[in-house]
Protein backbone atom coordinates (compact mmCIF):
# COMPACT_ATOMS: atom_id res chain seq x y z
CA UNK A 1 0.00 0.00 0.00
CA UNK A 2 2.88 2.21 0.84
CA UNK A 3 4.57 1.59 -2.28
CA UNK A 4 1.83 2.26 -4.52
CA UNK A 5 1.16 5.49 -2.83
CA UNK A 6 4.44 6.83 -3.01
CA UNK A 7 4.65 5.83 -7.16
CA UNK A 8 0.95 7.61 -7.44
CA UNK A 9 2.86 10.64 -5.98
CA UNK A 10 5.77 10.39 -8.22
CA UNK A 11 3.44 9.72 -11.47
CA UNK A 12 1.16 12.81 -10.58
CA UNK A 13 4.07 15.62 -10.15
CA UNK A 14 3.87 17.95 -12.05
CA UNK A 15 6.22 20.96 -13.38
CA UNK A 16 7.82 22.33 -16.53
CA UNK A 17 9.23 19.78 -19.23
CA UNK A 18 12.75 20.41 -21.30
CA UNK A 19 11.13 21.39 -24.03
CA UNK A 20 8.65 23.71 -22.16
CA UNK A 21 11.62 25.54 -20.64
CA UNK A 22 13.72 25.68 -24.03
CA UNK A 23 10.73 27.89 -25.50
CA UNK A 24 10.43 30.04 -22.56
CA UNK A 25 14.61 30.62 -22.61
CA UNK A 26 14.28 31.19 -27.00
CA UNK A 27 11.62 33.61 -26.11
CA UNK A 28 13.63 35.42 -23.55
CA UNK A 29 16.55 35.51 -25.90
CA UNK A 30 14.69 37.05 -28.52
CA UNK A 31 13.17 39.75 -26.55
CA UNK A 32 16.85 40.39 -25.12
CA UNK A 33 18.22 40.95 -28.90
CA UNK A 34 15.08 42.64 -29.75
CA UNK A 35 16.20 45.56 -26.52
CA UNK A 36 20.14 45.65 -26.63
CA UNK A 37 20.27 48.08 -29.57
CA UNK A 38 17.44 50.33 -28.51
CA UNK A 39 19.69 50.41 -25.17
CA UNK A 40 22.41 51.37 -26.89
CA UNK A 41 21.03 54.18 -28.98
CA UNK A 42 19.49 55.70 -26.14
CA UNK A 43 22.78 55.61 -24.43
CA UNK A 44 24.63 57.73 -27.16
CA UNK A 45 21.40 60.04 -27.58
CA UNK A 46 21.94 60.91 -24.28
CA UNK A 47 25.68 61.44 -24.34
CA UNK A 48 24.77 63.91 -26.97
CA UNK A 49 22.03 65.55 -24.81
CA UNK A 50 24.44 66.03 -21.85
CA UNK A 51 27.20 67.38 -23.44
CA UNK A 52 25.25 69.74 -25.57
CA UNK A 53 22.92 70.67 -21.85
CA UNK A 54 27.12 71.19 -20.72
CA UNK A 55 28.03 73.84 -23.75
CA UNK A 56 24.90 75.81 -23.18
CA UNK A 57 25.95 76.38 -19.02
CA UNK A 58 29.31 76.88 -20.14
CA UNK A 59 28.04 79.70 -22.42
CA UNK A 60 25.87 80.69 -20.17
CA UNK A 61 28.66 81.65 -17.86
CA UNK A 62 30.63 83.03 -20.84
CA UNK A 63 27.54 85.31 -20.74
CA UNK A 64 27.92 86.47 -17.40
CA UNK A 65 31.61 87.04 -17.53
CA UNK A 66 31.58 89.29 -20.30
CA UNK A 67 28.26 91.02 -18.56
CA UNK A 68 30.78 91.65 -15.31
CA UNK A 69 34.17 92.23 -16.85
CA UNK A 70 33.36 93.61 -20.28
CA UNK A 71 34.94 91.67 -22.42
CA UNK A 72 35.24 87.91 -23.33
CA UNK A 73 37.21 85.29 -21.58
CA UNK A 74 40.02 84.05 -23.17
CA UNK A 75 39.92 80.44 -21.81
CA UNK A 76 37.87 78.42 -19.42
CA UNK A 77 40.94 79.21 -16.93
CA UNK A 78 39.20 83.03 -16.89
CA UNK A 79 35.68 81.24 -15.57
CA UNK A 80 37.39 79.48 -12.71
CA UNK A 81 36.88 79.52 -9.78
CA UNK A 82 34.20 82.66 -9.88
CA UNK A 83 31.91 81.17 -12.75
CA UNK A 84 32.58 77.55 -13.06
CA UNK A 85 34.00 75.00 -10.70
CA UNK A 86 37.46 73.84 -10.54
CA UNK A 87 37.74 70.31 -12.53
CA UNK A 88 37.66 68.82 -15.88
CA UNK A 89 35.15 70.23 -18.61
CA UNK A 90 34.22 66.94 -20.19
CA UNK A 91 31.35 65.19 -21.46
CA UNK A 92 30.98 61.30 -20.73
CA UNK A 93 31.48 60.40 -24.30
CA UNK A 94 34.93 61.87 -24.40
CA UNK A 95 35.03 65.42 -25.45
CA UNK A 96 35.88 68.00 -23.50
CA UNK A 97 34.88 71.61 -23.54
CA UNK A 98 37.20 74.49 -24.51
CA UNK A 99 36.72 78.36 -24.52
CA UNK A 100 38.73 80.50 -26.97
CA UNK A 101 38.00 83.92 -26.79
CA UNK A 102 34.55 83.43 -25.51
CA UNK A 103 33.55 80.88 -28.02
CA UNK A 104 32.29 77.13 -26.59
CA UNK A 105 32.49 74.55 -28.64
CA UNK A 106 33.19 70.94 -28.08
CA UNK A 107 36.55 69.09 -29.20
CA UNK A 108 36.94 65.53 -30.29
CA UNK A 109 37.87 62.71 -27.82
Known amino acids: ?3 ELKLKKLINQSGFTLIEMMIVLLVISVLILLAIPNVTKRAAE ?9 VKM ?4 VQAYK ?3 KQNPESEAD ?11 SCSDGRTIVVNNGVVTA ?3
Open 1 to 3: MKG
Open 46 to 54: IDETGCNAL
Open 58 to 61: VEGQ
Open 67 to 69: IEN
Open 79 to 89: LKPDYLEDGDL
Open 107 to 109: TAP
